[in-house]
């Protein structure tokens, strides 16, 4: 049996040390938010949406390596993308951390996720930024938080 030192990989260890995109996003029109009370996880993801393009998104949040750095992950692998896509996305991260099966021709540096299917009480939280960010571009609308109202 593989111990904790090969679930935190050098990629999750980058990431939960400098998450990226770990920001409000002052042209969010979506906000999504997830807490995993199990491990303490909190995240809230920001996400502009143009039509059914997730322009841009950030998040912000504290808990575990795995939960920082898999929505650090995910803020980079989301971006640019459809909502469509974002849910295939999604659909293979679920599969990956559930089952350790990578899928080499969509990930990179997702694949550092892995390991967490040896662990099956992390995998909420690998997953908590992912639902929190479908679940802000598929949900109703919200006024971006910095804008100021128009005249
Ligand atoms: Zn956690």
Redesign the pocket.
Known sequence: MQDLTDLYQSVILDHNRRPRNYKVLPTANRVGTGN?P????EVTVYVELDGDRIKDLSFQGS?????QASASLMTLNLKGKTVDEAEAIYADIHKLVTTGKVDEDNFSDLAALAGVHQFPA?I???T?SWHAALNAAKGDAKPATTEAPGD
Not at 38 to 41: E, F
Request: glycine share 14%; net charge positive.
């Open positions: 995993n199990l491990c303490g996880d808990g575990c390596a795995i939960s992390r909420k939280c690998a908590l």
